[in-house]
């Protein structure tokens, strides 16, 4: 019997993915080169600060929690991007929205 997990999610994020899935959390996507997961966003629920207050519960300290809307060819879906410290200034650049870097750097370094 093959192992879902070992066939579809990489190595370096597979084991916050099976947490995430195990405790109820939808995943939608993820990658273990850029270390983030993509979540299922629903509007009635506050995933924003469960998802906070259960990292932090599992010793995950460095991680940027980020709801997104995009657009395209028309169609538009929203959904929540869990970043991990090693990726998040590099995943949220925007080059249109100057100054963004240095923002997060800061909070980043008072953390």
Same mark, same amino acid.
């Given at each position: 019997m093959s192992d879902w997990y070992e066939e579809h999610i990489e190595a370096p994020i597979r084991p916050l993915v099976k947490l995430l899935r195990d405790n109820g959390f939808n995943?939608? *996507? &993820?990658? *273990?080169?850029?270390? $983030?997961?993509?979540?299922?966003?629903m509007p009635e629920w506050? #995933?924003?600060?469960?998802l906070s207050e259960f990292m932090i519960a599992n010793e995950y300290k460095d991680f940027l929690i980020s709801v997104e809307h995009r657009v395209s060819n028309g169609r538009s879906w929203t959904y929540v991007m869990l970043y991990l410290k090693?990726?998040?200034?590099?995943?949220? $650049?925007? %080059? &249109?929205? %100057? *100054? #963004?870097i240095e923002m997060l750097g800061a909070q980043v370094e008072k953390q």
């Open positions: 995943t939608l *996507g &993820s990658c *273990g080169h850029n270390m $983030y997961v993509q979540l299922l966003f506050d #995933i924003v600060t469960e090693e990726n998040c200034l590099l995943q949220v $650049y925007n %080059p &249109s929205a %100057p *100054g #963004i």
